[in-house]
Nanobody
Framework: QVQLAESGGGLVQPGGSLRLSCAAS????????MGWYRQAPGKQRELVAT???????DYADSVKGRFTISRDADKNTVYLQMDSLKPENTAVYFCNANRARFPSYDYWGQGTQVTVSS
């Protein structure tokens, strides 16, 4: 069973920063597009950022210039550095590992709460 172990959520004031981490198994990490999604209360889950195994990144327009996704192959870990946080960034953030080609899969972490409030 694939496990995506997330960490780094918490409470932060507006304008502050947090870094989320997601550790995966070596095999999954090496062949997956890794991503972060979030779900705010009463809203659908939405894309925050993704990074391919080759390092290509994609961001939601609302976080461009403030959030940075990166991956460390030595640690099989993907990070989401979140700067200049806003109250509207409050949500549960989920790590995702996705592969479209065979063997295809779509794995999710358990989620970590990020609360931006004064």
């Amino acid at each position: 069973q694939v496990q995506l172990a997330e960490s780094g959520g918490g409470l932060v004031q507006p304008g502050g920063s947090l870094r989320l981490s997601c550790a995966a198994s070596a095999m999954v990490f090496s062949i997956s597009k890794m991503g972060w999604y979030r779900q705010a209360p009463g809203k659908q889950r939405e894309l925050v950022a993704t990074i391919t195994s080759g390092g290509n990144t994609d961001y939601a327009d609302s976080v461009k210039g403030r959030f940075t996704i990166s991956r460390d192959a030595d640690k099989n870990t993907v990070y989401l550095q979140m700067d200049s946080l806003k109250p509207e960034n409050t949500a549960v953030y989920f790590c995702n590992a996705n592969r479209a080609r065979f063997p295809s899969y779509d794995y999710w972490g358990q989620g970590t709460q990020v609360t931006v409030s004064s």
